[in-house]
């Protein structure tokens, strides 16, 4: 079973861009769903994270924020 992953971004942010693109590049070696949210489409969203995205979450767990941890995700996804 593959882990879920949620990413915080928003639109015209080049960190969110390359963030996205980064794990979609990673996705084709290592198995994750990724579920990518606009942080401005939910007032939730907005008040939780604000400014402060890109994001990356497996559940409530932290990964990554503003700058890919390849480290951190490699250890949580278990990938040599």
């Not at 990673?26 to 890109?54: Q, T």
């Amino acid at each position: 079973m593959a882990a879920k992953l949620t990413l915080y971004s928003r639109q015209g942010c080049h960190l969110c861009e390359d963030f996205e693109l980064e794990l979609e590049r990673l996705r084709r070696n290592w198995a994750f769903e990724l579920d990518i949210r606009d942080v401005d489409s939910d007032p939730a969203w907005r008040r939780a994270h604000g400014e402060k995205v890109p994001l990356l979450l497996a559940g409530d767990r932290e990964i990554s924020r503003y700058f890919l941890d390849l480290e951190q995700l490699r250890r949580y996804l278990d990938v040599d």
